[in-house]
């Protein structure tokens, strides 16, 4: 099955600063990418995806990149606020097999004012 | 977005009593749920892919028994803990997709039931 190998586990930054998460996955039929954000105790919220067709993709200042050879994609937070801190994260999935999520083990960010 | 809503937010069972777990699409018809389980400072780790009309599918190690799932609507999925011990204590979360056939691929997720087993 499916591996997703999410990484730093941790990671404070300044404010005003970018933070970079980084994933790799281990099924190459694997084509779809979202990105959750996961507030304490609340449900994951969706705040990016790409698809495997796509190599980039840019949401204000949330963007992912996905490099299908490597099997890495990554997620880019610019300008970080205080309300960007979060456990982030990655997951892989299949479409064809009714988008069955495999997540990674999760980021916490941390942005200090 | 398409609103997925699970009940109760949070319960606390003796050990050995059976707890239910539902989760509603609101907004819109669901053929597919997931239920997933989250430990404190864990990743989200899928139990089992919920299918209506039909069984639902196990992941390795969840036994089956033990997490009845039932999805007897287009709209409604539920899980049942039996016979809970303190182990089980968990953040359990659903999720769903609008419409298998569409182009959006967004898994909308329920708020989550925080079990407690005393």
């Known amino acids: 099955g499916e591996n997703v190998e999410q990484h730093p586990s941790t990671l404070s930054v300044q404010e005003g600063d970018s933070a970079v998460i980084k994933c790799t996955y281990s099924?190459?039929?694997?084509?779809?990418f979202p990105w959750y954000k996961q507030e304490l105790g609340k449900r994951p919220q969706l705040i990016i995806d790409?698809?495997?067709?796509?190599g980039e993709k840019k949401d204000q200042r949330i963007a992912v990149t996905l490099n299908k050879t490597a099997k890495h994609f990554s997620l880019h937070i610019t300008e970080t606020q205080p309300e960007d801190s979060a456990v982030y994260f990655c997951?892989?999935?299949?479409?064809?097999?009714?988008?069955?999520?495999?997540f990674g083990k999760g980021t916490l960010l941390t942005v200090n004012p | 977005g398409a609103v997925v809503s699970q009940h109760p937010s949070w319960v606390i069972c003796k050990s050995g009593t059976s707890v239910k777990i539902e989760c509603r699409s609101l907004?819109?018809?669901?053929?597919?749920m997931f239920w997933y389980r989250q430990f404190p400072k864990q990743s989200l780790m899928l139990m089992a892919t919920?299918?209506?009309?039909?069984?639902?599918?196990?992941e390795q190690g969840v036994e089956k028994d033990k997490f009845l799932i039932n999805h007897a609507s287009l709209t409604l999925s539920t899980l049942t803990v039996t016979s809970a011990h303190p182990e089980d204590s968990s953040f359990y979360i659903c999720?769903?997709?609008?419409?298998?056939?569409?182009?959006?691929?967004?898994?909308?997720f329920g708020q989550g039931t925080r079990l407690t087993v005393v």
């Open positions: 997951a892989a999935s299949i479409t064809s097999s009714n988008y069955k999520l495999t």
């Open positions: 907004d819109f018809q669901a053929t597919t």
């Open positions: 790409i698809r495997s067709n796509v």
């Open positions: 099924d190459s039929a694997s084509n779809y």
């Open positions: 999720s769903a997709r609008a419409n298998p056939g569409q182009a959006s691929t967004e898994a909308f």
């Open positions: 919920s299918n209506e009309g039909s069984k639902a599918t196990y």
